[in-house]
């Protein structure tokens, strides 16, 4: 069983050195991937894009990824051509999860749209297909969507490699979406979707996934998980949205769980306290164990 890792950071302007400082950390000891938070309505928080730019230049191995983009704020035909030019600066080391949007008052406060769920739905189809058009060289790109449309644009330049679009979908009928058109699902945490949910969810992907006549196998399924790695055992059962606090042993015994019942092949971890004790932790200790435990 093939396994990713990676850590969630907020883009949190008074943190931005620590931030770096955790990304060189987690490239150094070859950690898959680096998500960042993507709100840009907060005035707390800087923007994630010029980030990720950052964070990638200072690296070598990790890939990064907006987690999740918010679609309304971005547009996405200028989406398709930063997640090109991201991706071929780092060599092929970016990739686009995507967020249908939330907190719409924000986001309209922002010149945004204010969209129902059903048309954040259509908005975020539109988009992914724009996106994907983008990327084809030498290429008009022409689509006629419902929310975003983009006529005659000459497409380009490609991805250094083929950029996985993952969605960060949340209801049934956005993760029939995500199995129909997705390269991979972001589970949102489980703040927004409780544990409970998960299986029904990758069932509902799957499901869509093979009335697509696309593999459920090929798309990414990717757990976050807010908690904290202890000294000590914890509760290692699922609820709810608690946070999970148990050691790194009990951490390993969750994320096996997840991925041999729940069928995750990717975890990211979204620490209570981002230092570098946690981080440490779960590279060089929870990572490893759960490697065993699925060899």
């Known amino acids: ?8 950071l907020a883009p949190k302007a008074a943190e931005l050195q620590q931030i770096r400082e955790l990304a060189k950390i987690a490239d150094a000891a070859g950690l898959d991937l680096l998500g960042i938070q993507d709100h840009p309505y907060s005035g707390a928080l800087v923007d994630t894009f010029a ?3 950052t964070v990638l230049a200072e690296t ?7 987690d999740v983009a918010s679609l309304p704020l971005r547009g996405p035909a200028m989406l398709g051509k930063q997640a090109a030019t991201l991706d071929l600066l780092s060599g092929g080391r970016f990739e686009l999860a995507l967020g249908a949007g939330a907190f719409w008052p924000a986001i ?3 010149g945004g749209p204010d969209r129902t769920n059903p048309e954040a739905l259509l908005a975020l189809e539109d988009a992914t297909e724009i996106i994907r058009a983008m990327w084809r060289p030498g290429a008009k790109a022409t689509v006629d969507g419902t929310h975003y449309s983009v006529h005659d644009v000459q497409s380009g330049p490609a991805p250094a490699h083929p950029v ?10 956005a993760n029939a979406l995500t199995g129909r058109i997705a390269d991979g699902w972001a589970a949102p945490i489980p703040h927004y979707l409780p544990y409970e949910k998960w299986q029904g969810a990758q069932d509902t992907i799957s499901a869509s996934a093979v009335d697509a006549g696309r593999s459920p196998a090929d798309i990414t399924r990717m757990a976050q998980l807010v908690g904290t790695i202890t000294d000590a055992p914890g509760p290692v059962r ?8 148990t050691d790194a042993a009990g951490w390993a015994r969750i994320l096996v769980d997840l991925a041999v019942t729940t069928g995750f092949d990717t975890f ?15 590279i060089g200790d929870v990572v490893p164990c759960t490697r065993a435990l699925c060899a």
């Open 51 to 53: 980030l990720i730019a």
């Open 108 to 110: 309209e406060g922002m």
């Open 268 to 282: 990211v971890y979204w620490p209570e306290s981002p230092d570098d004790t946690q981080l440490r932790r779960w």
């Open 60 to 66: 070598e191995r990790l890939r990064v990824f907006p």
């Open 1 to 8: 069983m093939t396994l990713r890792f990676g850590i969630q």
């Open 164 to 173: 996985g679009i993952w969605f960060g979908s949340v209801g049934p009928k």
């Open 238 to 245: 699922l609820r709810g949205e608690d946070p999970i606090r």
